[in-house]
């Protein structure tokens, strides 16, 4: 057996750290023909143990696709993932997803952190790694609560597994011997210290306590957090220094300032008569160095976090009230006067911490490998997909940044940002939307949104024929003369207008744009301009097929394309650039929707070999990864990933529907399918761009993870994807009747 854990590891000063070496060796003493590896989360370079065999960039995404693939590639049958937000990259720690969707073997998780009140992005990291893992662990009974009340996840691959311990053989004389501490009475918090864990609740307490209680020292032993020393340096450390001195107590508390050994730890804890947990909120699901007290066997004082609640129960410990001195105080003053009442309580938590012993631990762990690892032989599987599982369709967000003049093209979340104003592109593209829902989506606004959009554009077109694109909220236009891209759009949906309209006084308005800008065609320099001018051609002759001087401009424009394709291409880069940009799709889209009009099997050929090369760069392991716009791609070099954009995957949907309908190849259809399904997760992140309460689509896939602005092109990209797969599947059924 060969397993692989994803974490932080030794020497980073982490409690995941810790907690993975310790795993690691637990799960070593049951097996003896186990190979056990760490795929190491690293924030710097770390002089690592050489069961270390992968190191990953934490900031850097690829780094998440490299070590995946490494694991694929080395024969591990399982993977342990140990998942906290904070250790790997990207918004909420989202790069972690790329790399388990990546893997082809099992997965369990565990769960060191699961939060009451996630935002967007941990909810939704949380909801996908459960998705992906053959078995859950976590370390509480509330985190099963969690799960289910806030998560809404299926349970039933969740195990109960508590945090391990080491095992404690010093009695508490020769450990106080050992520490200097003979004839003390030793009150012990350790771990990394930070405002949230409460200290000086003890501290101001303790002023009453050695009133009764000469020989007590209280020792706070850990450094300052990583991330409190970045931020604050050592504020809190010296805001607590600063109040035993007001109290007086320099004798009675010891700061250790470093991060102990685990020898070193296991002394101390063995040497205390109480310890002490003051967090100062309840928010709090698994406590390492709690676990560590109960195990060794102390008389535990606590703040009732969730974590506290549940492992101090039947008598194992004390909980008093956040952020109370004179409780805390009193609860000590009458423990340390108790020995009796410390006895109990010490002979209850070491009971419990036998059962929880790493030991023990690594035992149930154990069992676990060898149940999860025979269940599956890879789990990528073929997925089916039917429209009833497509979200429901909505106006909402649409109609939300629609008002009067037209559709505004951006949003701040989901909310419309007047400041950026309008653009003819993104009126366009709602126009094109609104005629292609006619059929399957209507509603009584429909009519409305129609002329409001195609007002727009009547309004934005110059004398000459021309456009302008942008403008603002003041209705003040921005350019003189808009983009091509901007043009062939508009081209391409006043096409389809002409094609579905069954109003004639919206043809007429139509009939009367389209064919006063018809003049510019073939002046159009942009491939992508020609592309979407070619596509609104097409609409046209649909209903107008014998229009001979239309089919001459289309393949005009079409030898424009196939031109830029032989100055471009080679053996390894079969484009129409020497790069690959935005809205790739259109391309090899435009060739393959003219070739039924001009019976031209070159064109044909073109599109579908373009395609095939589009494919090879943007499909991986069956689902879409497209090329992001942070950077181009070009011969030779990696493809970015960062800035992947809606527009791009809806013109890979169009794209696959119309090889589909010229082929009848069901890899097409599927393909088709994979595309769109991008927007619903399965993406580089695995994380849906679809809103499920806005009705909204975001805006990308970047760097730090998803934009959550949902304005208007990825909103309307969206829905023109959900119109074709959707009408798609109802033809696909017609033509199997």
Known sequence: MKIAYISTYLPKECGIATFTSDLLHAVALHNQNLTQHVIAVADRPYNYPREVVFTIDQHHQLSYIEAANYINNNGYDCVILEHEYGIFGGNSGMYILSLINALHIPLLVNFHTILEKPNVDEKAILIEI?????????????????????????????????????????????????????????????????????????????????????????????????????????????YLKSLVASYHLDEHVQFVNSFVSQSDLVTYLSACDVYVTPYVNEAQITSGTLSYAIGAGAAVVSTPYWHAKELLAEGRGVLVEFKNPTVMAATLAALFSNQEYRTTLRDNARAFGKEITWKNIGLRYTRLLDKVIPSLDGFKESVTFSKDEMPKFSWKHIDRLTNQVGILQHATYSLPNYKEGYCLDDNARALLVTLLAERDFADKKLDRRISTYLSYIYYHQREDGLFHNFMSFQHNFLDEVGSEDSFGRTMWALGVLLRETKLTSYYQMGHELFFRSVPHFSQLRSNRAIAYTILGIAEYLHHQSNDEVMVELMRQLIGKLMKEYEASAADDWQWFEPVLAYDNAILPYALLTAYPFLNDESVKHLGLLTMTFL???????????????????????????????????????????????????????????????????????????????????CDGLESYGINRNQGAESTLCFYLAYIVVYCAFIDNAQDSK
């Open 130 to 238: 459960v998705k992906r893992a053959s078995i859950v662990v976590v370390m509480s009974n509330y985190a099963i609560t969690l799960l289910k009340s806030v998560y809404r996840v299926n349970t039933t691959k969740v195990r109960l597994i508590h945090h391990g311990v080491p095992e404690f053989h010093l009695t508490q004389e020769e450990a106080k011997a050992e520490k200097g501490l003979s004839g003390k009475k030793v009150l012990l918090t350790f771990g990394f210290i930070g405002r949230n864990k409460g200290i000086e609740t003890v501290i101001e307490s303790l002023a009453e306590v050695v009133k009764g209680e000469p020989d007590l020292l209280y020792l706070i032993v850990g450094k300052t957090h990583p991330n409190v020393l970045a931020h604050s340096g050592e504020e809190y450390r010296e």
């Open 615 to 697: 494919e090879s760069m943007t499909i991986q392991n069956g689902a879409l990864s497209l090329v992001g716009n942070q950077e181009w791609a070009k011969k030779g070099k990696q493809v970015s990933k960062f800035g992947q954009q809606p527009l791009d995957v809806t013109a890979m949907v169009f794209m696959y529907r119309e090889a589909f309908r010229l082929t009848n190849k069901k890899v097409y259809f599927a393909r088709m399918i994979a595309s769109f399904r991008w927007f619903l997760g399965e993406n580089d992140l695995k994380l849906g761009l679809y809103d499920e309460e806005t009705k909204g689509c």
